[in-house]
């Protein structure tokens, strides 16, 4: 069995010449030509020179050796690596006041604020995605990008838990398309440097837009994301939106006033323009309610398109088999250094 191993070795030995395939063939002829002339020359002298017959053998056996480690024998192994096509989930979530209205609902009947189903939606996504990187937008007066891509998804669900809404002393109307910039900048970025990961955009918003500007177009996104999700918080009938103070907390009985009216405006869920947003991303969109979650239906169909997939692939490495050579080699210089001790004690 052991012969039977030995032979198989043998022939799967290869050539891999450490300095190239021109300089390490050149080097171990070098060696090995000087080595021979050497010892013809002293042969020439004899009986004149030191050295014996067996000297040169031994030298000319190290050079040998050398001159094999320069061309550097090698075994053929194959590998097997694992490819990960990686999934990127980007998050925008909506942080304007009109998210206060509580008039959302989640998986139950219970009625919850638009930014609470936010929340919960958020914690969704990241258990769809179990081995997915993650990155996380906040949106109101201006988009930020406060959680770079991440493979950790409790710092997401951490991040949404800590989610507090625009002051409404801050508030210029909401305005949608304030994640456009920091959601095209961050999937640009992750495009160029993971051309091969899946990308996915999610979306969470209320829809309404009060800004007196046009808003901005998601199409620049296709370029970049393979699916994109809008998500609808709260309801067509909507609510009142409640004051939010400059540390983010909500005061019993007090709400914003529509200066129409001078009565306190209604917010109300706008899906004919999430479902726009979600056209020009080449998305879908979603509303969560109290049927209708994260985890179900079709919104748990599209998400195992773009779960983790693992392949395997087999390549050769070369591995160098140059210690039986540098064995003898090191055997053959300590003879070495050991003849030539006797003889400078002869000549001593």
């Known amino acids: 069995m052991n012969v039977s191993n030995g032979l198989s070795t043998l022939r799967g030995l290869t050539l891999d010449p450490m300095f190239g395939w021109i300089i390490s063939p050149i080097l171990a002829v070098a060696v090995v030509g000087l080595t021979v002339v050497l010892t013809v020359r002293s042969l020439r002298q004899r009986p004149y020179a030191d050295a014996t017959a067996v000297d040169w053998t031994r030298r000319i056996l190290a050079s040998v050796m050398l001159a094999v480690m320069l061309l550097t024998p090698s075994v053929t192994l194959k590998t097997e690596s694992r490819a990960v096509n990686a999934t990127d989930v980007f998050i925008a979530v909506d942080v304007t006041g009109s998210m206060g209205v509580s008039d959302a609902q989640y998986g139950s009947e219970q009625t919850m604020s638009r930014i609470d189903a936010a929340r919960q939606a958020v914690n969704g996504i990241t258990k769809l995605y179990p081995d997915a990187s993650f990155a996380a937008i906040a949106f109101g007066a201006s988009g930020t990008l406060e959680v770079p891509l991440t493979p950790d998804a409790r710092a997401i669900d951490n991040w949404a838990e800590t989610l507090s809404l625009e002051p409404t002393s801050a508030s210029s109307g909401s305005n949608l398309d304030k994640a456009v910039d920091p959601l095209l900048l ?163």
Do not use: C
């Open 186 to 348: 961050a999937t640009k970025n992750t495009r160029n440097q993971h051309p091969d990961d899946a990308i996915i955009v999610y979306y969470i918003s209320d829809g309404e837009q009060t800004s007196t500007k046009s808003r901005r177009t998601f199409s620049s996104l296709r370029a970049y994301v393979n699916g994109a999700q809008t998500i609808g918080v709260g309801s067509p009938d909507g609510g009142q939106i409640p004051q939010i103070a400059d540390d983010g907390s909500t005061a019993d009985g007090q709400f914003v006033t529509d200066p129409s009216t001078g009565q306190p405006g209604i917010s109300k869920l706008d899906e004919k323009t999430l479902k726009a947003i979600a056209d020009e991303m080449s998305g879908t969109y979603v509303h969560v309610d109290a049927g209708r979650t994260l985890d179900q239906r079709d919104v748990q169909q599209t998400s195992k398109e773009w779960r983790m997939q693992s392949t395997y692939k087999q390549r050769d490495h070369n591995v160098p088999a140059i210690w039986p050579f540098a064995i003898v080699l090191a055997a053959l210089m300590l003879w070495e250094a050991v003849a030539w001790m006797r003889t400078s004690r002869r000549l001593l």
